[in-house]
């Protein structure tokens, strides 16, 4: 279940002292870790010191607290933060006795909501316990919406990718595996037939449109697929084949964390060029 009890078991005495001691009022520490686990929970479990909690945070905080609680089931994520407020989010770095030597102490006033949830591992995420009750308590985070062009047409459809990508993933991994994810090793590209296999298999959102004269269009998310994937760290190419680099491969996590450090791998380590596609453009090696 992931509750208090559960986690703290991944957190030393003297760690659950220091959350004690974050808290914006006194309490009297026990000695022992059974009591000082229970003054911990029982402080936090109260309306009115949670009000004071509340009270002494820093808007950015507040606003930590808001998305772990209300989006983010419990955790915090930095990227999703970070693109949502345009903001860095408060850091972890000070949520350890071991870390906090000598550091300014402004970011540990959430040290008390967040628990490793594996030995050794980071303070990362509240106990289920915890965030049923602070759910009530906490305010919903600013309203978030992105703007959008109304498309004048007669069919529109709307496409919720995030729905996708996980299923999407284990099409390809799998796909790796029965070695048949292959490139040119010369300038990259997958064949034709690669990407009319693929994208039959894949929730292509071009597929069925009949505007388009471009044939490689229809087979984009395909070929975008392969392109990200050459680019991680998870996975090596071999003459053009693409396989799982067992050295680094680090897939048994979170969904969203593995999407989201695709995208950073993509991001700083892609040396396609994304204009060798067009055919419009002269002298294009291919």
């Not at 559960?6 to 870790?33: G, M, N, Q, Y």
């Not at 905080?61 to 915090?76: D, P, S």
């Not at 299923?167 to 991994?173: F, M, P, Q, R, T």
């Amino acid at each position: 279940m992931d509750n208090f009890q559960d986690l703290i078991e991944h957190s030393t005495v003297d760690d659950l002292k220091f959350r004690i001691k974050s808290l914006p009022f006194s309490c009297a520490i026990p000695s022992r870790k059974a009591e000082v686990a229970s003054t911990l929970f029982s402080a936090l479990m109260n309306p009115d010191n949670l009000q004071s909690i509340w009270n002494h945070l820093s808007e950015i905080q507040k606003l930590a607290l808001q998305e772990a609680v209300h989006n983010q089931a419990g955790y915090i994520d930095g990227f999703v933060f970070w693109s949502k407020y345009q903001k860095e989010p408060p850091s972890t770095e000070d949520w350890s006795l071991y870390r906090s030597r000598d550091k300014d102490k402004g970011d540990k006033a959430l040290s008390p909501f967040f628990y490793p949830d594996r030995r050794y591992g980071s303070s990362g995420r509240i106990p289920n316990d915890l965030l049923a009750f602070l759910k009530p308590h906490v305010p919903l985070p600013p309203h978030f919406s992105v703007p959008t062009t109304i498309i004048d047409g007669e069919e529109v459809e709307t496409s919720e990718t995030s729905q996708y990508t996980e299923a999407e993933l284990n099409i390809l991994l799998n796909t790796i595996k029965d070695k048949k994810l292959k490139v040119s090793p010369k300038t990259g590209l997958p064949s034709k037939a690669l990407l009319h296999q693929l994208c039959n298999k894949l929730n292509e959102p071009y597929q069925r449109a009949t505007s388009l004269n471009d044939e490689s269009a229809k087979s984009i998310k395909a070929f975008g697929w392969i392109q990200i994937l050459r680019a991680s760290l998870w996975f090596k190419e071999t003459n053009g084949e693409l396989q799982i680099n067992l050295k680094k491969s680090a897939l048994q996590q979170r969904h969203c964390d593995v999407i989201r450090q695709l995208f950073l791998d993509w991001k700083d380590r892609s040396k396609f060029d994304e204009f060798s596609r067009i055919s419009q453009i002269k002298g294009q090696k291919r």
